[in-house]
């Protein structure tokens, strides 16, 4: 029997369900996280968060003291849930095309779980069309589908969630009405939208983020050629000049989402995109340029350099997609001494921050980690900080 006290999170132990299900569970609701992942549903049910996310650890061993939320592998738990929400990922292929074969196997296995009374909320980045394909797909059994997308900064989920307005769609009334009453709970705002737009809204808002820091790169890469530092050249673009008070930092700009999600785009709108393909080429390029400075002036076979932050964003242990992991990788593969090292992501290669600014010629700060505000490194090392934390801007 459905229970309208019970929600069920699909991809309940990942980056953007787990944070979701705690929410809702601290609002009263009693939480079923699903997933695949099996070290993650111990740590969970252990009362252990199985990643950085400010505020989950402590909210996490109080939820689960009062047994509001659970993780498990069996998806006939959405039977009991009324509310099913999926926070599948979907990742973009080696041709730069969205992969949602897993996502559409999901809705093809839990289909014969669902009925007329369910709701299922999409809260996974998806282009334009995927949640018509989704209805198709489980119409048969419950017509009750909404669209409501996930636009949080990972690791801030506790802290956004009840200051960001979320976006609201569905197929029909109910869809829509009921997608509501839940998050209102825990969002400051609530906008009701077409599927259509919603879908966009996502996407759009990634895009944009992903290429304005692309502009903030580009102008780093034309200082550099020009021998002048940029962190330099935009304190003075701000000064007085509020037009320019919103130019981001430069810096590796990756991490699951924004290049993604920006891919996704592209693909749907059949890459007549050209602005996305500008971002990507100086976004990516970065590393490559950063070794190519260097070998300009050094020889980098006599050097040993160490590379100081891992994960693809300060204070946050994932690596996925990290510009720090691709750099550490082109400077192995060219034969060079490297060390690594980072605050919160754990690895057997990692050496202490110190060890490694004592033993490195070079020193590249490429996560802003706030520990690496403040380093103590002799002027007779080389310091590469692209992001400009070790400064005063």
């Not at 400010?54 to 509001?68: A, P, R």
């Amino acid at each position: 029997m459905i229970n309208r006290n019970f929600i069920c999170v699909i991809g309940g132990a990942g980056h953007v369900g787990a944070p979701l299900g705690l929410a809702l569970s601290s609002k009263g609701y009693n939480v079923v996280l699903i997933d695949k992942n099996q070290k993650n549903i111990n740590k969970i049910n252990n009362g252990i968060m199985p990643f950085v996310e400010d505020g989950c650890q402590k909210l996490l061993k109080k939820m689960t003291y009062k047994k509001k939320i659970f993780a498990t592998n069996q998806l006939n738990e959405v039977r009991k849930c009324k509310y099913i929400i999926v926070c599948i990922g979907t990742p973009i292929n080696k041709k730069f095309k969205p992969d949602l074969k897993k996502f559409f196997d999901f809705f093809y296995s839990v289909k014969k779980y669902l009925n007329k009374n369910h709701i299922v909320i999409i809260r996974s980045s998806i282009y334009p069309g995927v949640s018509e394909k989704i209805f198709n797909i489980i119409k048969k059994h419950c017509k009750n589908l909404s669209y409501c997308p996930e636009r949080i900064a990972q690791g801030k989920s506790l802290i956004e969630l009840p200051k960001l307005s979320q976006i609201i769609s569905g197929k029909n009334i109910k869809a829509k009405e009921e997608s509501g009453k839940i998050f209102k709970k825990i969002c400051r705002k609530i906008i009701y939208t077409k599927i259509i737009e919603a879908e966009l809204i996502k996407l759009f808002s990634n895009a944009y983020r992903y290429i304005n820091f692309s502009i903030s790169n580009q102008f780093y890469l034309i200082c550099k050629d020009q021998g002048l530092d940029f962190f330099k050249v935009r304190n003075f673009m701000k000064e007085s000049y509020k037009r320019n008070e919103n130019i981001p930092m430069a810096g590796f700009t990756a991490g699951p989402c924004l290049l993604k999600d920006t891919m996704q785009l592209s693909s749907f709108y059949n890459h007549r995109f050209p602005l996305f393909h500008s971002a990507m080429s100086v976004n990516e390029g970065l590393p490559q340029f950063i070794i190519k400075k260097l070998s300009e002036k050094y020889n980098l076979k006599k050097k040993i350099v160490g590379v100081l932050g891992l994960s693809f964003k300060a204070e946050n242990d994932d690596i996925r997609d990290s510009l720090s992991i691709k750099l550490l990788k082109k400077l192995k593969s060219k034969k060079i001494k490297t060390l690594q090292s980072d605050e919160y992501y754990e690895d057997k290669k990692n050496v202490n921050k110190n060890m490694l600014i004592k033993k490195s010629d070079i020193i590249i700060i490429a996560t802003p980690h706030k520990a690496y505000k403040n380093l103590k490194i002799n002027k007779k090392k080389i310091l590469i900080d692209i992001w400009g934390i070790s400064k005063k801007h």
